[in-house]
């Protein structure tokens, strides 16, 4: 069974930084793509971040791109999201994803499975 478990959220001002985690296990993961997405309360979920687990390929929303940063470590099975600059309106609840194809999409209807997410606020 694919499990995805997220962790480092937390509460940061305006400007500040963190490092989400996302270990996951029961696949290997070469053929799988893997992404961030968050939801704020009262919005629909969306895309953040998405990475080809085999070549580290990475794709980012406009928000948040030269911003955050995708990455994988293939040793561990964790991906990561370097999140830098924070703004308010990053506050969310923060999910990883995976779907087992190559290609990395941007709906997440088109991602099977789902960590627990991990919480980002930040303050202004």
């Known amino acids: 069974q694919v499990q995805l478990v997220e962790s480092g959220g937390g509460l940061v001002q305006a400007g500040g930084s963190l490092r989400l985690s996302c270990a996951a296990s029961?696949?290997?993961?070469?053929?799988?793509?893997m992404g961030w997405f968050r939801q704020a309360p009262g919005k629909e979920r969306e895309f953040v971040a998405g990475?080809?687990?085999?070549?580290?390929?990475?794709y980012y929303a406009n928000s948040v791109k030269g911003r955050f940063t995708i990455s994988r470590d293939n040793a561990k099975n964790t991906v990561y999201l370097q999140m830098n600059s924070l703004k308010p309106e990053d506050t969310a609840v923060y999910h990883c994803?995976?779907?087992?194809?190559?290609?990395?999409?941007?709906?997440?209807?088109?991602?099977?499975?789902w960590g627990q997410g991990t919480q980002v606020t930040v303050s202004s």
């Open positions: 990475i080809r687990w085999s070549d580290g390929s990475t």
């Open positions: 994803a995976a779907r087992s194809s190559v290609i990395v999409t941007t709906t997440t209807n088109s991602y099977k499975y």
């Open positions: 029961g696949r290997t993961f070469s053929s799988y793509a």
